[in-house]
């Protein structure tokens, strides 16, 4: 079973607009990481953040994580066409859980010029 | 390009073919992961090897076998399929995990496998 939810499962928006994208997830986690995958192609790692952080950065992207919460949130600033792609967050699933990552149902992002 | 060679990029094969997916990787990484992903769904973890053992074994029917013969290697054995085994067969790579926060690493994606079972 999936660990991570993710909201919305889909996102279309314009060149320069924001978008932010959720997951929740159910049992307590080390980390949560995103990746990001274009159509036909392999898993693109974007950012790591553990359970004792509450944000990172890089570049155009801003993570947060609320573990009281159970949730994470990406954000993309300033969209690009070549954001388009399907987004994952993934988690270990807490104890016991060395190596696994489960996968979020993922986000579909289209970004239009 | 990824850093994360697949081989082959397609791969049409019958009920009763063998045939194995290879991945390599030369970023002195220690473990490495199969995955399996079906059109508009996440990638499903399927087996982990650490320092060339296999670690994790999540269910997987015994038609799919998998095999690292050294710390860059990593191959999938597959015979007898299923056309429900048709899909996307993700291999990566990550440092070793550790313990706690560090429990899980980067993992580096090759672009895959296309697989179809007829």
Not at chain 1, 4 to 32: F, H, R, V, W
Not at chain 1, 51 to 56: L, T
Not at chain 1, 88 to 98: E, K, P, Q, R
Not at chain 2, 25 to 30: A, E, L
């Amino acid at each position: 079973s999936q660990q991570g939810e993710e909201d919305p499962q889909a996102l279309s928006i314009q060149e320069g607009e924001n978008a932010t994208m959720n997951c929740s997830y159910k049992t307590s986690i080390n980390n949560l990481q995103w990746y990001r995958q274009n159509s036909g192609r392999g898993l693109v790692h974007l950012i790591l953040i553990r359970s004792n952080e509450r944000e990172k950065h890089s570049g155009r992207l801003r993570v947060t994580l609320d573990t009281s919460k159970k949730s994470s949130s990406l954000l993309i600033t300033a969209s690009r066409a070549a954001d388009t792609a399907s987004y994952f967050c993934a988690t270990d699933a807490g104890t016991d859980s060395w190596g696994k990552l489960q996968f979020g149902a993922g986000t579909q992002v289209v970004v239009t010029p | 390009d990824t850093e994360v060679t697949q081989t082959p990029k397609h791969l049409v094969m019958g009920m009763t073919n063998k045939k194995s997916l290879k991945c390599e990787q030369h970023m002195g990484h220690r473990a490495m992961y199969w995955y399996k992903q079906k059109a508009k769904k996440p990638p499903e973890l399927m087996f982990v090897y650490s320092y060339e053992k296999l670690s994790i074994n999540e269910s997987v029917p015994s038609r799919f076998s998998p095999e690292c013969p050294n710390s860059s290697l990593l191959n999938l054995h597959l015979h007898a399929l299923q056309p429900e085994d048709s899909a996307l067969y993700l291999c990566a790579s990550s440092q070793a995990p550790g313990q706690g926060v560090y429990s899980n690493q980067p993992q580096h994606f090759g672009d895959g496998t296309r697989l179809s079972i007829l």
